[in-house]
């Protein structure tokens, strides 16, 4: 019997780097970035729902010309705060909750079906890839306070996907204690809650700057997704 997934997308950001611009909405290849993000889990037939979390384009947007299993919640006033309004929206009973940021466009399939297992075996999973740059930590006047071994550090992604009910006693205790973490997993962490990292690819960017619009076309222009 196949696991149910329901997948949370926040994308209510207001893209103060991008200059104001709707990051979910901007185009690549003909598609918005959006669309891009939805695709690998719209082609899988264990997503039973989507809620995407957006801002003031809510309105200018229909979602059913997508996908009927896609709908929209209210944005909240942080990335904590969209997860957990769409997280309110599910209609389904869906045992699996995913949630992939809407300005991440090219979520690998294999790391969706890997996280996605992850989940369904009672495990918290990260698609992410390891750290390739030294990283320092940092105190006040930007002096530098330690520096980790690259070895155990990964760069955390999205899609992020967990238990249902573990989920839903993370964001219920994120609130309780008045937090809004800006990486889902770290609720899960707090509860004691195993989750474990899922390697994925550098291509699985965020648009985050004008410049990741560059490198995004380059990969769909050159094949790479």
Known sequence: ??????????????????????????????????????????ARTDVAEVVVALGAEAAAWDPGRLDPRVRTARGGSSRFGSVA??????????????????????????????????ATAGVGAVAGVPAVDTIKRVGDRQVIEGTPPRTELWYAQTPQVFPRDLFERA??????????????????????????????????????RPEDIVTAEILIARGFV
């Open 1 to 42: 019997m196949t696991t149910a997934v329901a997948l949370l997308v926040p994308a209510a950001g207001v893209g103060a780097r991008m200059g104001g611009l709707s990051k979910p909405f901007l185009e690549l290849g003909g598609r918005s970035v959006l669309e891009w993000a939805l695709s690998p889990f719209l």
């Open 85 to 118: 309004n769409a997280l309110e929206r599910l209609e389904t009973d869906a045992s699996i909750v995913a949630v992939h940021d809407g300005a991440r466009p090219f979520p690998p399939p294999d790391a969706v079906d890997a996280c996605i297992r992850l």
């Open 171 to 208: 964001v219920a205790h994120a609130r309780a204690g008045g937090t809004a973490p800006t990486d889902d997993a770290s609720m899960v962490e707090r509860l004691g809650a195993e989750v474990r990292m899922v390697e994925s690819a550098a291509t699985n960017l965020k648009i985050t």
